[in-house]
């Protein structure tokens, strides 16, 4: 379970600047929604604490360990952060099981453990009786549950959701709010979750603050 602490962070492309001196405290266990119109800067800001864009000024520390500062970028596979993704990024020649289960085979986690996680998860997105399908044999919503069960499998001590319930209905939404760390330690793994999403939508299922 790790804090996030984000300092006066600002982020360029060109002569386009993105982020502007941002600033953001997140504790261990929080869930946090970041707010905005399209094209505010929302998933940038996710990509800078990923780790998949560096930083033009400011800093991001993670569980009390600086990751992103002026000549300090630590890569995003050493960061523990999970990330779920807008557009799910499911390998359409794999089973459910199969691509729940591939990040922990890259990481070589052993197959029994491998196999307990899959299930748990499944399980927890209530997936398990889909384990066999393919991505193209499941809706919109199933599929963001895929994607969902893969980052949580990982057991991340972050987790970074971009537009994460947007294909999820409001009932659903609120059950895996429930159903997620840090109510549950035992189902899921403990993290910090900074779900990003437009004011149109309802991130109040998932949202503390």
Request: glycine share 10%; charged share 20%.
């Amino acid at each position: 379970m790790s804090d996030i602490r984000i300092s006066g962070i600002d982020k360029s492309y060109g002569q386009t600047q993105v982020l502007r001196q941002v600033s953001l405290s997140i504790e261990a266990g929080e869930f946090v929604a970041v707010l905005g119109p399209s094209g505010c800067g929302k998933t940038t800001l996710l990509r800078c604490l990923a780790g998949f864009e560096k930083l033009n000024g400011g800093r991001i520390e993670i569980g009390g360990g600086t990751v992103s500062a002026p000549g300090r970028h630590l890569a995003p596979e050493h960061r523990g952060i999970g990330v779920v993704f807008q557009n799910y990024a499911l390998w359409p020649h794999m089973s459910v099981a199969q691509n729940v289960a591939y990040g922990l085979k890259i990481a070589g986690i052993p197959r029994t453990e491998r196999n307990s996680r899959v299930s748990r998860v499944l399980d927890l997105v209530e997936l398990g009786p889909l384990a066999h399908r393919r991505p193209a044999d499941l809706s919109g919503g199933q599929r963001q549950r895929v994607a969902l069960a893969r980052c949580l499998a990982m057991e991340s001590r972050v987790v970074l959701l971009d537009e994460p319930l947007a294909n999820l209905d409001y009932t659903c939404a609120a059950r895996w709010k429930r159903s997620s760390p840090p109510s549950t330690p035992a189902r899921a793994p403990p993290c910090s979750t900074s779900p990003t999403t437009s004011p149109r939508r309802w991130p109040s299922p998932i949202a503390w603050r």
